[in-house]
């Protein structure tokens, strides 16, 4: 075959991965508004904000009720003068938001929530409900030293390897499923 007519088979495959990877994303993203950490005996509370924004895709998985799951992750740092931060501990607090077509509500389950889930009656409500946390209890190992300066570090993720085999191909290399936030340090309060 000639080597013209390999490349002319290519042009319509690349175009196609090009489209797809380079989707415009209109109002998405995840931003951590605000984070106030306390210590409280042998745990951290932690009451946040998140804004949680998702994308016209995301949106219209969630409402033919595909569950999407979002990871709020927690790095508890000391902080060291002369070398890195020492990274003390680790937390992923899960938040699952799905469709119940039955009774039209929306649900957001995550394990600090009463009962572990909410119903909403929009997707606003529960995705507003899904960023906002009171007194989150994570559990420390050891007590911290009373003598050195700590800070959480935050960042929220959409977790793509929960979604259903046949969508994680399209939400992997779609710039519109690839939503998360940057991390951000707040300190941490005694």
Known sequence: MPAWLKIHNL?????LLSVLVCQPASARGFTINHIDARLDDASILVDGDISVELTDDVRKALTKSIAVQLNVEFILARQRRYM???EIAV???????????????????R???????????????????AGIFYNLRLPLDEPLNDDKNYFIETR?????SQLPAPMRPLAYFSSS?????KWTAWPLNR
């Open 11 to 15: 042009i319509p495959a690349a175009a």
């Open 84 to 86: 890195w931060d020492k």
């Open 91 to 109: 937390w992923t607090l899960p938040a699952v938001i799905y469709y119940k077509p039955v009774s039209d509500q929306y649900v957001v389950t």
């Open 111 to 129: 394990p600090d929530l009463v009962n572990e889930e909410e119903s909403f009656h929009t997707q606003m409500e529960a995705l507003k409900r």
């Open 156 to 160: 929220i993720t959409l977790d793509l």
């Open 177 to 181: 499923w690839r939503l998360n936030s």
